[in-house]
């Protein structure tokens, strides 16, 4: 069965950190890209990062850019998203997805069910 799963999501002050995991069973994570997405209530989902399938690079959105980064594990079947310097303006319900990478949702096959992750001012 394939299938996606985030972890580690949770709440945090302003200025900690969370390490989201997206961890992949019945497929190889690794031959595809990855992205993450988030979405706040009220507001349309949103690219935050990818890890590109074939040459390992990452691409970030702004809004994160130098506080997030996307790493693999590929002998453990999972991405992680490692997030620094988290604002209030970070809340949101984070996805990861599996495809050919990129910033569109539509770029993506599978989808895991997210995790919640909230910034206290």
């Known amino acids: 069965q394939v299938q996606l799963v985030e972890s580690g999501g949770g709440l945090v002050q302003a200025g900690g950190s969370l390490r989201l995991s997206c961890a992949a069973s019945?497929?190889?994570?690794?031959?595809?890209?990855v992205g993450w997405f988030r979405q706040a209530p009220g507001k349309e989902r949103e690219f935050v990062g990818v890890?590109?399938?074939?040459?390992?690079?990452?691409s970030y959105a702004d809004s994160v850019k130098g506080r997030f980064t996307i790493s693999r594990d590929n002998a453990k079947n999972t991405v992680y998203l490692q997030m620094n310097s988290l604002k209030p303006e970070d809340t949101a319900v984070y996805y990861c997805?599996?495809?050919?990478?990129?910033?569109?949702?539509?770029?993506?096959?599978?989808w895991g069910r997210g995790t919640q992750v909230t910034v206290s001012s």
């Open positions: 997805a599996a495809g050919y990478g990129g910033s569109w949702p539509q770029s993506y096959d599978y």
């Open positions: 019945g497929f190889t994570l690794s031959t595809y890209g």
């Open positions: 890890v590109w399938r074939s040459s390992g690079s990452t």
